[in-house]
């Protein structure tokens, strides 16, 4: 018997036979636990206020409320600050990317994703970190390439960040590890995550997957790209 504390997932499919795989693989793994199922998005809300979990699962296309609009609503409620959200969906689609990050989810992989990579990343997420699989990072960025003149949002200013702190912030946007971001700048991890956390308190961000959108929407990738 162990009192390690168990991750608590929620998991969001309007499909019956997907939430029960997700609440098996969940339920069959040591120090995790599922605390509930919701068929749409509304439900999704309404279980993640009852239950607190840690993680939720959720998926995009449901009905009432979809996916993203749920993930907004939980990123938008004050006491739900400790709830993570990972995007699961079949469809590897930019606009789903864009519009879950910017509504708060911590992650995004796709539903036919090994289980022990969905494993994973619940963890991930649930230790507070963000993860986007490889390949949806890709995407973002070239989605953000094509754009010419990308957003700047004044509320995000950079001008506080400094120049060590724009490099991390860029490789985070591309998609880069702490480990990987220690590597390509020749620094301890512990500075990267010094840098992030400073990043974070300066960009008003709530987590990592936030930062990848403040460097889009500021212009920062593209200044990278034209070599400003």
């Not at 939430?19 to 098996?24: L, P």
């Not at 206020?49 to 699962?57: A, F, I, Q, S, T």
């Not at 230790?127 to 990072?137: D, F, H, I, N, R």
């Amino acid at each position: 018997m162990t009192d390690e504390p168990q991750v608590r997932v929620l998991i969001a499919d309007d499909q019956a036979m997907v939430r029960g795989s997700f609440r098996a693989l969940v339920d069959h793994t040591p120090g995790m636990t599922a605390v509930g199922e919701a068929a749409d998005g509304a439900e999704a809300v309404e279980l993640t206020r009852g239950e607190r979990p840690d993680v939720v699962l959720m998926d995009v296309r449901m009905p009432e409320l979809d996916g993203i609009e749920a993930t907004r609503q939980i990123g938008a409620d004050p006491t739900l600050s400790g709830v993570r959200v990972l995007i699961l969906t079949t469809f590897d689609l930019d606009e789903y990317v864009y519009a879950a990050l910017r509504a708060g989810a911590a992650g995004f992989l796709l539903k036919d994703t090994p289980p022990a990579d969905v494993l994973a990343a619940i963890g991930v997420v649930a230790a507070g970190e963000a993860l986007l699989a490889p390949s949806v990072t890709r995407r973002l960025i070239a989605e953000f390439v094509r754009r010419p003149e990308p957003t700047r949002l004044p509320s995000r200013s950079l001008d506080t960040v400094t120049n060590r702190e724009l490099e991390v912030l860029g490789l985070i946007a591309r998609g880069l590890s702490n480990t990987e971001i220690a590597e390509h700048l020749h620094l301890s991890v512990a500075t990267v995550k010094t840098h992030i956390g400073r990043l974070l308190t300066k960009l008003h961000a709530r987590d990592r997957a936030q930062l990848v959108i403040v460097a889009y929407e500021t212009g920062l990738m593209g200044d990278i790209r034209r070599g400003v």
